[in-house]
Nanobody, 120 residues
Framework: QVQLVESGGGLVQPGGSLRLSCAASGFTLEDYAIGWFRQAPGKEREGVSCISSSDGSTHYADSVKGRFTISRDNAKNTVYLQMNSLKPEDTAVYYC?????????????WGQGTQVTVTS
């Protein structure tokens, strides 16, 4: 059974950090590009970051550049999103998704999401 499971969300104060995890089962995660997306209440889903399979290149939305870092641990079949200097506008449900090889391909598998809330 193909599955992506996110974890690591929570409540944090502005300026704080969280590390999200995206664990895969039923397929080899390193064969896929893994993207992180987020959706805030009343807003459209937006792409946050992605790491490709072919060359390991990483991509970030302008709003998170310099603050978020995506990485993968192939031995654990897991991708991480390290989020530093969090802002209230980062509050959203964060989802990871898998696409065949490249970040701009169609995402085939999605996780259920993890809530991130940044508030004082």
């Amino acid at each position: 059974q193909v599955q992506l499971v996110e974890s690591g969300g929570g409540l944090v104060q502005p300026g704080g950090s969280l590390r999200l995890s995206c664990a895969a089962s039923g397929f080899t995660l390193e064969d896929y590009a893994i993207g992180w997306f987020r959706q805030a209440p009343g807003k459209e889903r937006e792409g946050v970051s992605c790491i490709s399979s072919s060359d390991g290149s990483t991509h970030y939305a302008d709003s998170v550049k310099g603050r978020f870092t995506i990485s993968r641990d192939n031995a654990k079949n897991t991708v991480y999103l390290q989020m530093n200097s969090l802002k209230p506008e980062d509050t959203a449900v964060y989802y990871c998704a898998a696409a065949a090889s490249e970040c701009h391909f169609e995402y085939e598998y999605w996780g259920q999401g993890t809530q991130v809330t940044v508030t004082s």
